[in-house]
């Protein structure tokens, strides 16, 4: 039976899992990253983990066809280098190579989100469909996009930069050096900015007695009336979804999944942004909307996505 | 040996032509659209016309496999169905069963846009490239999206819609009656209105002395020192840019084609607006910007498109 080796390799951590044929992780390990030891030594340290991983799983190295990984930044698929992932320090990195000294075994490289979204798509909330968007909250605005039960990221993998589509000219600045982009508005990341701003204009606001914001106090504080808290949350769901309308604008898939801490608020953040997108998208008078569901897979997303996208690649 | 027959459906008329396997147009022949007589009345005048085509191409139907529709508006290519058509007044309108009643031969249907950019796929300026993106600058902004060689517009062909991806959050209103729509900005109609407003403002640029303004004479101006027509472009070029720039960090095509009456100006209109792609994606330091060039086939574009859309349906 064969099985594939899948790696979620994050800024702090790295996981691998072996995932059988019905996507299940049937044996796993993890470790920290430490990135900036070298890409030679997180590749060795990567194929300990996977040994120690398949130990677990009473398999060995020759039960596997092929490694997968996912990693954060600009990915070229057709070549197994990261080209550039500012959270790892790593620019020009031979990450497939490396690791397929280490083991010996066929490895490919994708981007982690879109990992994730094919994950979702394989064993998740996007399970039957062919065509999927996974848009994780987090930090920045990241995911990936599926057609045709693929990833879609463009020539040599280049694309699928979610969270930086432009949705105001000239508007805040974001991380990426350019201006406007989604993420700068729609992250979970923003949304605490955001409400960081108007707390600071409404001392009365129950924000300003609850410390350092995060994401799930900005919920709870509109939970129990705060006004300030409710208008911040109703402006961040037009944020989600003036990108999420363009992204169905262009791609028109049949699943959107939100990721990311926050989509642990289900409904709550569903239903607003199930309305904005219902009522903007262009053919609004026409058709249905894409349904809208929270992702389901968590981390496991990104281990399974990235032994899918090996078993696709053979 | 096997050909196809394509038909670009535009408002004011309709183009049919017969297709070779080299997506050669060796028959054609054009009728004035009339919407307004409803679906069946020019479905029977297509295929009057197709059999015209056939004719001065010595074939007769037998030695056709198929024929392709590009339409306006929103199509559903699973069914054949327009679903709306603004611009025809066409909605729900089942023209592949009427066309296929009237012809007996298979008949497909996609967006003309699509078409269009499977059309310089197969035979204009992005033959060779398999991810290619076509965006015609006209009244709107309209285009397709070809990955993997095939046209990509999503679940039921709904997406596609790139000239209504929102650059600017509450900004110009657009015809499809959102705000801040691409195509509010960086289509030729939306040059026609910015220079409009800006020789207002300066009544003693050329602008204000050349009657009904258009494309051409905005660039004959700038191209003669007009400050106000060069500041108009200049801003023009940066809105156009940033759609691209928003569909490359998605989609990341090799190839990004522009259509539409402006693309005479050639390199006038190429390098500003490659400068701006190049300067402003998301892998700006790590990677080259898509190719970007002028669409080449104009009118035919639609025709050899929708016939080869039809191909691939087989």
Redo the contacts between chains.
């Keep these: 039976m064969a099985y594939y080796i899948g790696i979620d390799l994050g800024g702090s951590h790295f996981s691998v899992g072996i995932v059988d044929a019905q996507w299940r992780i049937i044996g796993e390990a993890a470790a920290p990253s430490a990135p900036e030891r070298g890409a030679a030594a997180v590749a060795a340290d990567m194929a300990a983990h996977i040994l120690r991983a398949l130990d677990a799983a009473g398999l060995s190295l020759s039960d596997c066809c092929a490694v997968g990984i996912g990693s954060p930044g ?1 990915c ?1 698929s057709a070549t197994g280098v990261v ?2 992932a500012h959270n790892l320090g790593w ?2 990195v031979p990450l497939c190579a490396l690791l397929q000294a280490e083991l010996g075994v066929p490895a490919f490289l994708a981007n982690d989100g879109d990992c994730a979204a094919l994950g979702e798509v394989c064993a998740g909330a996007a399970q039957g469909s062919e ?1 999927a968007l996974l848009v994780a909250l987090g930090t920045g605005v990241g995911g990936g ?1 599926i ?1 045709g039960g693929k990833i ?11 969270g ?6 000239g508007g805040a600045e974001c991380t ?1 050096g ?1 201006r406007g982009c989604w993420e700068a508005y729609a992250s979970a990341a923003a949304l605490v900015r955001q409400a960081e701003v108007a707390a600071a204009e409404e001392p009365a606001s129950a924000l300003c007695a609850v410390g350092t914001l995060d994401g799930r106090k900005i919920f709870d504080a509109a939970r129990a009336g705060d006004r300030t808290a409710v208008a911040v949350l109703a402006r961040w769901y ?2 989600i979804g ?1 990108g999420l ?10 699943v959107i999944l939100l990721g990311g801490g926050v989509s642990a608020q289900g409904e709550t953040l569903l239903a607003p942004v199930r309305a904005y997108v219902a009522s ?1 998208i ?2 609004r ?3 249905q909307p ?1 349904r809208i569901e929270c992702a389901a897979l968590a981390n496991r997303a990104g281990v399974i996505g990235s032994a899918a996208f090996a078993a696709g690649c053979l």
């Design positions: 600009t070229d080209l550039q620019y020009r065509n996009v057609l879609c990221s463009g020539h040599r993998a280049l694309g699928g930069e979610l930086h589509i432009c949705i105001q000219m990426c350019a037009q944020y003036v309308v363009n992204l169905t604008n262009v791609l028109f898939p049949e903007h262009f053919v008078d026409c058709a894409p």
